[in-house]
């Protein structure tokens, strides 16, 4: 079993070798985002209630390829929220520090002459918890975090000239938490810019 400091070794020079495949290859659309996402799923730890909160998103993908298929990779930082509804009736939030690292396969439904393009993405993506951001919290979510998770989905793209807007499904295929069953599903939405 692969221990939180081994996942990291190996999953952060996995996510570097592709940007510099990337870099190297002649036909790379670098595409960088910012977004937001927000899980679907509430779970239960410790006699509370955590519900997912909207989460902020930053990072870049690269579309490799020279025809209507194309490869993309990418890299993405999250800073992800919960709100905690306690059993007494107060609330508390909490914050988790991410790398994620989707790779899709992804296929143009229209000319990529025109100006307005529309792709759709199918493909996987790797969750890498980097830490808690509540250091001052009595509960230590990042102890029950896996360290890595993977998801499956899908999504759309609309290129607008140089404007890319995304909006992205996540299904998890293992549970996020030790505590809980929760797989999540997650929806994302991410606008950035082509060149």
């Given at each position: ?68 298929f194309r490869l993309i990779p990418g890299v993405h930082y999250e800073f992800e929220r919960f709100n905690t509804l306690l ?42 918890v980097l830490g808690e951001a509540d250091l001052d919290s009595d509960v230590v979510l990042q102890q029950e975090a896996e360290p890595l998770t993977v998801s499956v989905g899908g999504g759309i793209t609309i290129d607008l000239a ?34």
């Amino acid at each position: 079993m692969m221990t939180k400091q081994s996942l990291r070794r190996s999953v952060l020079p996995l996510a570097l070798f592709l940007t510099c495949l990337s870099a190297s290859s002649a036909q790379v659309l670098v595409n960088p985002k910012i977004g937001f996402s927000t899980g679907l799923q509430d779970f239960t730890y410790l006699s509370a209630k955590w519900e997912p909160q909207l989460s902020f998103r930053l990072g870049a993908d690269f579309r490799i390829g020279r025809h209507a298929f194309r490869l993309i990779p990418g890299v993405h930082y999250e800073f992800e929220r919960f709100n905690t509804l306690l059993s007494n009736g107060t609330d508390d939030g909490h914050s988790l520090h991410a790398i994620h690292v989707p790779v899709y396969a992804a296929y143009y439904l229209t000319s990529r002459e025109n100006p307005t393009n529309i792709l759709v993405r199918l493909g996987v993506n790797g969750n890498l918890v980097l830490g808690e951001a509540d250091l001052d919290s009595d509960v230590v979510l990042q102890q029950e975090a896996e360290p890595l998770t993977v998801s499956v989905g899908g999504g759309i793209t609309i290129d607008l000239a140089v404007i890319s807007i995304d909006l992205t499904y996540l299904q998890g295929l293992n549970a996020r938490f030790d505590v809980s069953e929760e797989k999540g599903g997650v929806i994302q939405l991410a606008i950035g810019f082509l060149f």
